[in-house]
């Protein structure tokens, strides 16, 4: 079957929660072992079709935001997830408390039972009408992104298509598109605010009637983190800002010298290189036939499931008006399929996220016959998939980049490093709103820039640009949509170095160590599958130092004048 025949139907709420009854009636009175999992995979079974139905919604609104059905359906789900939820957490109390939980457990696994704690910790009925609220700000959000219409040299762009603009080579282009892109996000200042405002306000009044001090633990608890917690993010960024800031302060340097620049601004940080960054040698369809030849190459597995993926027609890749921005993958259980939706502007982004969004795919599709619970890892574990395929990707680059792919290769490792501050920053600006939520928008935005200063001391910005104001942030959309989500992507870079290390040694034994973990998916907790993986521990003092050994060395080895 093609995506387009793959069939909507808006799930029955009332029908939905009497089945859902009905099975924590079953579960509860269940008479052995044998019935209860009968009863919990009828469960799954059902969960899987709504969700089914949930992300179809979720693919078709994101494509074309002004689709009125598939509009009207996103706000049906908004409303309709907190009242499941209400339903699938009184399930999950049950399976806690089911007189066979042991014998559940080893059929099931312990992380099952650990997620189901935190998930009847973080939801109860009292706060479904703030759910539901919560739900419709982060709508209103990407509505105003995607709404995006910047007039520029003669025509009108969306914020995907200005990318080639403010990284052109030319550097009054960069310029004058920089201004018009922080224009459009100053002209949209009171309606971030008002939204963020909204945000804030609202995930504070869920934490506080849980029962929480304030959103920080509700917002780790929602992302199931089971075994580390604020003080470790804390002391993580606190290796970022003491290891790789001065790293990346040297890169910059490095930058502005190629650049030709007697001072950098922060419009030149989207070049790489004065004669133009890389830029893939063809368009969507071309660089799709690559990526076809690359995952064919790469393993039989691959092959077969990047083949599926484009005869199902499950890529959406081109950026188009009223298509909502950025890039992701998801899974539609009932057909089995990854779907992974990106904004193709012509940049080497395009087979960054080709590559990025894949390992996710390939990742849920190697682990799709596990429970629902255990098809995606944490979000954390599951960067690690993405970020490692862009590495593991290396050897093919010459498919899409030719004669630039050793000045691709420089540009993604270094670009790699330069990411880890500001994910530290993302990140530490939530920490500090969501630990002050009575900040006004003003401090917020000094907070902001107070922290840059301590993240990416090199970014200067022109006196007349409103961005320098403190508005950067209003373009991150995980600060609205993914509280805490972000110092995830750092995580897994960080360990995606790990896997580039080896994969220079040895790389039939780098993909064999990457397809196992692709297959364990979520059965484990974070810290627990880097320690069945064999993998390092960012959280432990020292371990971001020795990682970026092999990093810093092969950067150091590179003549990047010759770019």
């Not at 969960?47 to 139905?53: A, K, R, S």
């Amino acid at each position: 079957m093609k995506f387009n025949e793959y069939t909507y139907e808006r799930p029955n709420l009332e029908d939905l929660k009497s089945k859902l009854e009905t099975l924590t009636k079953d579960l509860t009175e269940a008479q052995d072992a044998k019935e209860a999992l009968s009863v919990v995979k009828l469960y799954h079974k059902i969960m899987d079709n709504v969700d089914t139905q949930m992300q179809l919604v979720l693919i078709r609104h994101s494509i074309d935001t002004s689709n009125t059905f598939y509009d009207d359906e996103q706000a049906f789900v908004d409303n309709a997830a907190p009242l499941i939820e209400s339903s699938a957490v009184k399930f999950t109390n049950a399976l806690l408390s089911s007189k066979f939980r042991s014998e559940l457990e080893a059929s099931l696994g312990e992380l099952l039972f650990k997620k189901a704690e935190l998930s009847n910790k973080t939801f109860n009925d009292e706060v479904i009408g703030d759910l539901q609220l919560e739900n419709k700000y982060t709508t209103e959000y990407v509505k105003i992104r995607s709404s995006a219409q910047i007039a520029f040299e003669g025509k009108v762009y969306n914020l995907s298509q200005m990318a080639p603009f403010t990284t052109h080579k030319d550097r009054k282009i960069r310029k004058e598109a920089a201004k018009a892109v922080s224009n459009w996000y100053k002209e949209k200042e009171s309606a971030f605010d008002e939204v963020y405002d909204n945000l804030v306000k609202v995930r504070t009044t869920i934490a506080t009637k849980l029962g929480y001090e304030n959103f920080i633990q509700l917002g780790y608890d929602r992302l199931k983190r089971v075994d580390y917690h604020a003080e470790d993010v804390q002391s993580y960024r606190k290796q970022i800002a003491e290891k790789i800031v001065p790293v990346v302060s040297d890169l910059m340097k490095r930058r502005q010298k190629r650049l030709d620049l007697d001072k950098m601004m922060s419009y030149d940080l989207g070049l790489t290189f004065l004669n133009g960054n890389p830029e893939p040698k063809g368009d969507r369809a071309w660089q799709v036939d690559q990526a076809i030849k690359m995952y064919d190459e790469l393993s039989p597995e691959t092959s077969k499931f990047f083949r599926f993926l484009v005869d199902s027609e499950l890529l959406d890749l081109d950026s188009k008006a009223n298509k909502e921005g950025g890039g992701y993958c998801t899974y539609i259980p009932d057909y089995e399929a990854p779907f992974i939706f990106a904004n193709f502007n012509g940049t080497s982004g395009d087979v960054d996220v080709l590559t990025h969004e894949a390992g996710h795919a390939f990742q849920v599709y190697m682990s799709k016959d596990l429970i629902p619970e255990y098809r995606w890892p944490g979000y954390e574990a599951a960067e690690i998939h993405s970020m490692s395929m862009e590495f593991l990707a290396w050897p093919y680059m010459e498919l899409f980049f030719k004669e630039d792919t050793d000045k691709y290769k420089f540009a993604h490792l270094s670009g790699g490093l330069e990411f880890l501050p500001y994910g530290a920053l993302v990140d530490h600006f939530q920490h500090e709103v969501y630990g002050n939520p009575n900040m006004t928008p003003k401090m917020r935005k000094d907070t902001w820039k107070k922290l840059e200063k301590i993240y990416q001391p090199w970014k200067i910005y022109e006196e007349l640009d409103p961005v320098g104001e403190g508005l950067f942030w209003f373009r991150q959309g995980h600060i609205f949509q993914d509280p805490f989500y972000y110092i995830d992507y750092t995580l897994a870079q960080v360990l995606a170095f790990d896997f580039w290390g080896h994969n220079q040694k040895d790389p039939k034994k780098t993909w064999e160590r990457y397809l196992e973990l692709c297959k364990m998916g979520g059965q484990y907790s974070f810290v627990r599958l880097l320690n069945e993986a064999k993998l390092p521990n960012p959280f432990i003092d020292g371990t971001i130092e020795e990682i970026l050994k092999p990093v810093n060395a092969y950067l150091s080895s590179i003549d990047d004048s010759k770019f």
